[in-house]
């Protein structure tokens, strides 16, 4: 077991309905020393990988990304979720889907920040049915730049969304990918990994 | 001059309506190396203070506070703009005003990750008006914790959220304090800071 599979069996509460809280240490209050460990492993799981920019989403992707970067020591962009009256010129839009929230949002990156020919890593705190996911991938394939890999903390293994993506040929790490979670026992069964 | 003025000077436009975007390091793309000049010039500028955690509000402060917290060496919560489906429990929430978006917001943070008797320091990108930074205040005073700082990279000394925030006592620290902007000329001018 990893650091980060310790620290969800640790601290994570499972909920009705496949919901795993995690707010205590990764999206509402922070741990920044797994952040760190977090940035740790995914630069020895993109070891081979050329990457000049990473990608991420607000709000909950932000943290880890900028953490994550220091160890790449390349730039973060951020897409944001609605139009803000301060982003203009010409932007990247993709429509995605809410799992948790339940409604259709645009996410939205400025053409400025997303280069032909760049060599992306994306970040994001969870994988599921992977949305959010082939948003950001949509918007980084129109800029004409390459997604080199893809970094998720914890993916639900039981949702469709990262099957779907190495499925695509992508090169998906998740430091942890759930198997199945059962809200009555409060049991936490994670895929083994390499 | 300063890092973050220099840096502002060089990259910053200045726009009609007193609208400096500073969107390719600090609020949309975002430069890691100078987040962590910024974490460490915070840290000498409160390094009074016992500070236990870092508060902040998505989305843009969430990358800077993350960075900063390592030279803390504490934990970061950041406020939720708008309830979750995954929030749950009990909530301190603050009403505030957007001058960005022009319109009224709740402000959420879970009582779990806010306690009596903590030492906060709060970390923005930017101070303006102040109504943030007051919603952020306010939930730290009804948590019974303490707002030993306020860290904040750029604040528009024109506008009164500054002034009210020191008058009211608060030890409060923005690396860049602009005085005057003109979107005809680009001029900038910044308060000298010792």
Same sequence: chains 1, 2.
Avoid: W
Wanted: aromatic share 8%; glycine share 8%.
């Amino acid at each position: 077991m990893n650091f980060l599979e310790e620290r969800i069996l640790k601290d994570g509460i499972v909920k009705k309905g496949n919901v795993l809280k995690v707010d205590s240490f990764l999206n509402h209050q922070m741990d920044i020393s797994l952040f760190e460990q977090m940035g740790e492993e995914f630069r020895r799981r993109f070891e081979q990988e050329k990457i000049e920019k990473i990608l991420t989403i607000e709000a909950s992707g932000i943290g880890i990304a900028c953490i994550v970067a220091k160890y790449f020591q390349v730039p973060v962009v951020f897409a944001k979720k609605a139009k803000s009256v301060n982003l203009e010129g010409e932007l990247y839009i993709a429509e995605v889907e809410s799992f948790t929230h339940k409604c259709r949002n645009q996410i939205i990156v400025s053409k400025k920040y997303l280069k032909q020919g760049e060599h992306i890593l994306i970040i994001d705190d969870f994988l599921a049915n992977g949305c959010a996911l082939q948003g950001l991938i949509s918007i980084v394939n129109e800029a004409g730049a390459t997604v080199d890999g893809i970094g998720i903390a914890i993916e639900k293994g039981f949702q469709i969304g990262g099957r779907t993506i190495r499925n695509l040929g992508y090169h998906l790490e998740s430091l942890a990918i759930i198997d199945k979670m059962d809200d009555e026992t409060g049991t936490i069964t994670f895929r083994p990994q390499k």
